[in-house]
């Protein structure tokens, strides 16, 4: 593979697409607490897992093969949360397969991201790394390439955020290119954390994202390529790294396939590749470029989300809050227990989503809120969540009561450790086995 | 007697007060007549003759003289108008509004309203309701479009069409007293008030209305005029008034300007209970604190929530219960998660069959914190099942229960204090359980039917 950074007056695209589906939830009301009631909503996951592998994973794949084939210069990144890789294994094999075969051109790579597409970054501890290494192992085994750019769900980011990703040894992290973060500054620079630069910051535009993801089909008209090319031609060139990021599921779900999304993003990438003056990049190798990388302060929180980009589509009223503190405060219970059900069970319900689900904000956010929701409210979502929540804990304490803890009879301390092993990859925490090799310096300390 | 709804098929607890009033009247030897809206078929009383007024044919008299008998529905519909504006003045200027429910508040905007109510399973207040609400006399939602009818189908319910269907149920109280023979009309709450006051125009017989609720026990400081006015004019065409507690007495006589005398006050009572089963429920907290009913205005849940927070200083470990759907729902959600108590709360929504018994069976103690509350069967049912309670002195069950602790509703401290008590002291508890399960013994509907009669004798004898 050529060095993209090879040619300095070429200017960087990098295209990377997030794949999730979370676990969604069982109807569980406060009568079913005594029946023992199964948590998730199998059917409905596996029947929307199917239909968006039909509409979108399967036949975006295969054009994906097609035009990687075809144009050996085109680039793509690939977010796959754990939870949709399981998810995928269980209902739809064959998408996997044809990642495999994506994978398998070179073309291709994975970032790393927490596993259960959570928010555990926000929480002291180490719940936050597990989840990335767990996440890290499994991108890894299912697809054998080891993730070295890290995209934090809804790309939520903070200094602080930075550092223990800098910590974990990747090599970049991504975040979104807004006013907020960026002020005056371009989003299409090659910036690093400011403590720890090993860590190159890419910032995703958003307006060209969104331009695809949200307004395709904006005013009953199609986006035509060619005007889209024509606002990439349009940036100096001075502006040196773009990054266009989007849900997966914009091609062929979001925006069903006879709105011609498809043909859009197959002319899209072949002029791309076909461009003298823009280049595809992988993300890791867009972190490997020559570029001099200027610091970037993030003292508050950003993120992809909702117009405001903060944690608000999450966190932003009190039963959020209050929700996200209730499935948190178990941590320490749910870990001294040698009962990797409940563990795995606590770690699906801090996926995003469901905290998604009980925003009630009521502007056009609000809407994308409940296109995405499978409540008919807010509030619903909230007790439904809550209840799920109470289950749990009381399944907790009748563990905790029980004079036995394990098969082993090991203490809680062996049984951490040996829960840490199993989910911790080695190779992950071995930095020289990446490609890029940037050890951090231990500047930080 | 003149009701709204008839077990099984409630919505509150007015069906059940007048069954068991009926039972116990039947007792003593008094036939009762009882009209409903609305029979489903499965309606099971044999003490009592049951008239459906949905099946009640409208007069053909009022017909115009060159239809033929099977009356098309524009037909009926200009029926239904003169025979409406025949009626009382009083009902002349009712206009029908789009959109009213009277037991949730008129102003209720919340956007999430209609969801909740669904995921409440049963709160079918708005839910149930067949006709378009934007009805005018010209185009009566009253049959099916393609079944030329001569008579009014009810909803029965507490939908957007109440107060239409109220007028016409009017109408059909004069048809109906026109077609038997009764020596005194009784009217059970506002509803039913126009189909009194119809069947007394008449018949001249003596009219009680019977109240169990008022519209600012319903609605607070933002009444319904219209509600209002058919209430204030049942009260004063009444020949008397029956009241379910001395509370609403003094709200009958200060707020609708009815003479004191002309009220009777006649306090509700309780059939024994049938035997609850076993639930295998799980036991996951040491104390359980229970509001049930609906979350409204009148019900105080807001002074539970606050009360709450007091209680889990002193026992972190106690959860609370919200049994009940209604239009407060969504905010007591955000104020329990406000103030980080999610936790240790639970929301059931709307309770069905033996989910009121389950609830019982789990709660240590009951709390009905009413700002006005007529009456209040749930804690006489708690006290049933042995379950402790406490009660708000703005409510009618606390004249007749002295075994309960009483505090302001809107002395949250106080509140809090007594289920810390009840919590913490064993023989408190024990006490309060106990005696107050041998006092609700007393309170019979067989005593409520005495009174009853005795009113009937009085205002029969007049005549």
């Known amino acids: ?445 | 007697m003149f009701g709204w709804e008839f077990p099984p098929h409630i919505s509150g607890g007015l069906g059940t007060a007048c069954l068991g009033l009926t039972r116990s009247l039947s007792a003593h030897k008094v036939k009762v007549l009882f009209v409903v809206p609305k029979l489903y078929g499965d309606e099971t009383e044999k003490d009592a003759r049951l008239i459906n007024a949905s099946a009640i044919r409208i007069t053909p008299r009022k017909r115009l003289p060159n239809k033929s008998h099977g009356v098309s529905q524009p037909i009926v519909a200009r029926a239904v108008g003169s025979e409406a504006k025949e009626s009382r003045h009083a009902m002349s200027y009712l206009e029908i509004p789009a959109g009213l429910s009277p037991y949730e508040s008129p102003r209720a905007g919340v956007r999430h309203e209609h969801s909740l109510s669904s995921w409440n399973y049963s709160f079918h207040a708005r839910a149930d309701v067949t006709h378009s609400s934007n009805a005018t006399e010209e185009t009566p939602p009253a049959a099916e479009p393609d079944t030329p009818s001569d008579h009014y189908d009810f909803t029965g319910t507490y939908g957007d069409n109440l107060l239409e269907e109220v007028k016409r149920y009017g109408t059909v109280g004069g048809i109906v007293a026109g077609k038997y023979s009764f020596d005194v009309i009784h009217a059970h709450d506002w509803m039913t008030f126009l189909a009194g006051i119809e069947a007394k125009r008449r018949t001249k017989k003596p009219l009680v209305v019977h109240v169990h609720s008022t519209e600012f026990d319903r609605a607070g400081e933002h009444i319904n005029p219209e509600m209002f006015e058919i209430e204030k004019t049942g009260l004063h065409e009444a020949d008397r008034v029956i009241a379910v507690s001395n509370w609403t007495k003094e709200i009958l006589v200060s707020r609708y300007g009815v003479p004191a005398e002309r009220v009777n006050v006649i306090h509700n009572g309780i059939g024994p209970k049938e035997e609850a089963g076993e639930f295998a429920f799980p036991d996951f907290a040491s104390h359980f604190v229970t509001f049930l009913g609906r979350v409204t205005y009148q019900k105080g849940p807001r002074f539970f929530v606050d009360a709450a927070q007091k209680v889990l200083q002193e026992f972190p470990d106690a959860h609370f219960i919200v049994a009940g759907a209604g239009d407060l729902l969504p905010q007591m959600i955000e104020r329990v998660a406000q103030l980080n108590m999610s936790s240790n709360f639970h929301f059931t929504g709307f309770l069905r069959g033996s989910q009121v018994d389950q609830i019982w069976s789990l709660t240590d103690v009951y709390v009905m914190p009413s700002v006005s509350e007529p009456f209040g069967i749930a804690p006489l049912e708690a006290i049933q099942s042995g379950v402790p309670v406490i009660l708000s002195n703005q409510s009618g069950v606390a004249e007749v229960m002295p075994h309960a602790i009483k505090v302001d509703f809107w002395d949250v401290k106080a509140l809090a204090g007594a289920i810390c008590s009840v919590l913490r002291y064993e023989s408190l508890s024990h006490v309060l359980r106990q005696n107050s399960k041998q006092h609700v013994q007393l309170l019979t509907w067989d005593k409520a039917a005495c009174n009853v009669k005795a009113l009937y004798h009085e205002l029969a004898g007049k005549r």
Not at chain 1, 169 to 183: A, Q, R, V
Request: hydrophobic share 35%; glycine share 4%; net charge negative.
């Open chain 1, 1 to 445: 593979m050529s060095s993209p950074g090879s040619d300095k007056s070429m200017q960087t695209i990098i295209l990377y697409l997030q794949v999730h589906q979370p676990r969604r939830l069982q109807p569980v009301n406060f009568f079913d607490l005594g029946n023992e009631p199964h948590y998730f909503n199998d059917t409905l996951n596996e029947s929307i897992v199917r239909r968006v592998s039909e509409c979108c994973y399967l036949p975006a794949n295969k054009l994906l093969l097609q035009l990687v084939k075809a144009h050996p210069q085109i680039r793509i990144a690939f977010s796959l949360s754990g939870v949709v890789i399981e998810q995928l294994e269980e209902y739809a094999p064959e998408v996997i397969d044809s990642v495999r075969e994506l994978a398998a051109t070179g073309s291709v790579e994975f970032l790393a991201e927490t596993y259960y597409h959570s928010l555990a970054s926000l929480i002291n501890g180490d719940e936050f790394e597990i989840q990335v290494l767990q996440h890290a192992g499994k991108i890894y085994e299912t697809f054998g390439i080891r993730p070295q750019v890290f995209r934090n769900t809804e790309l939520i980011y903070h200094d602080d955020i930075g550092k223990r990703v800098a910590m974990m040894g990747f090599n970049g992290i991504f975040t979104e290119g807004h006013e907020k973060l960026l002020g005056q500054r371009s989003p299409h620079q090659l910036y690093c954390h400011p403590e720890h630069q090993q860590l190159r910051i890419l910032l995703r535009n958003y307006r060209l994202s969104d331009d695809i993801a949200f307004r395709f089909m904006e005013g009953g008209t199609r986006l035509d390529v060619r005007r889209y090319l024509d606002w990439l031609h349009a940036m100096p060139a001075a502006e040196k790294v773009i990054t266009l990021a989007m849900d997966y599921e914009t091609f062929g779900e979001h925006h069903k396939a006879n709105t011609g999304i498809f043909a859009f993003l197959e002319e899209l990438l072949t002029s791309l590749s076909q461009s003298g003056r823009f280049r595809m990049a992988l993300p890791s190798q867009a972190t490997a470029l020559p570029y001099e990388p200027l610091p970037l302060s993030c003292p508050s929180y950003v993120s992809w989300g909702d117009l405001e980009r903060d944690l608000s589509a999450w966190l932003g009223n009190d039963m959020q809050k209050d929700a996200f503190n209730s499935i948190m405060k178990l941590e320490s219970e749910i870990k001294h227990l040698n009962n990797s059900r409940l563990l795995k069970y606590w770690r699906y319900l801090q996926t995003s989503d469901h905290f998604y689900y009980m925003s009630v904000k009521t502007d056009s956010d609000g809407s994308v809120h409940s296109y995405f929701s499978p409540f008919p409210s807010s509030y619903e979502a909230f007790i439904n969540y809550m209840n799920v929540v109470t289950h749990l804990t009381l399944k907790v304490n009748e563990e905790k009561n029980r004079p036995v803890r394990n098969e082993n009879n090991l203490s809680p301390a062996e049984v951490e450790r040996q829960t840490v092993k199993a989910t911790t990859p080695v190779w992950v925490m071995n930095l020289e086995s990446l490609p890029h090799g940037n050890v951090p310096e231990d500047n930080h300390s």
